[in-house]
């Protein structure tokens, strides 16, 4: 059974940063794909960020140009730096990591934007 572990959400204010965490219970190595996603109250979760084995990255128009995606192989632990926040990113934030038998969701770390 894989656990995937978030942190690093809390309240910051408009334009300021927070740096989330998902940590894994077994290497990182072991997946094809690491992505983020979020759901805001009353939406649909969508889709934020993805970095596959080689180490490309993709993101969501939203957030491009200020969020970044990264891993630390020797953590176990995918990062998402997120930069000039506003309201519109407050939601719950997951990691889903993805092998070849399964995909596997963390439990969810919620980032509130707000003055």
């Known amino acids: 059974q894989v656990q995937l572990v978030e942190s690093g959400g809390g309240l910051v204010q408009p334009g300021g940063s927070l740096r989330l965490s998902c940590s894994a219970s077994?290497?990182?190595?072991?997946?094809?794909?690491l992505h983020w996603y979020r759901q805001a109250p009353g939406k649909e979760r969508e889709w934020v960020a993805v970095?596959?084995?080689?180490?490309?990255?993709n993101y969501a128009d939203s957030v491009k140009g200020r969020f970044t995606i990264s891993r630390d192989n020797a953590k176990n632990t995918v990062y998402l730096q997120m930069n000039s926040l506003n309201p519109e990113d407050t939601a719950v934030y997951y990691c889903k990591a993805v092998d070849r038998y399964a995909t596997y969701w963390g439990q969810g770390t919620q980032v509130t934007v707000s003055s």
């Open positions: 077994r290497s990182i190595f072991s997946f094809n794909v």
């Open positions: 970095i596959i084995s080689g180490g490309s990255t």
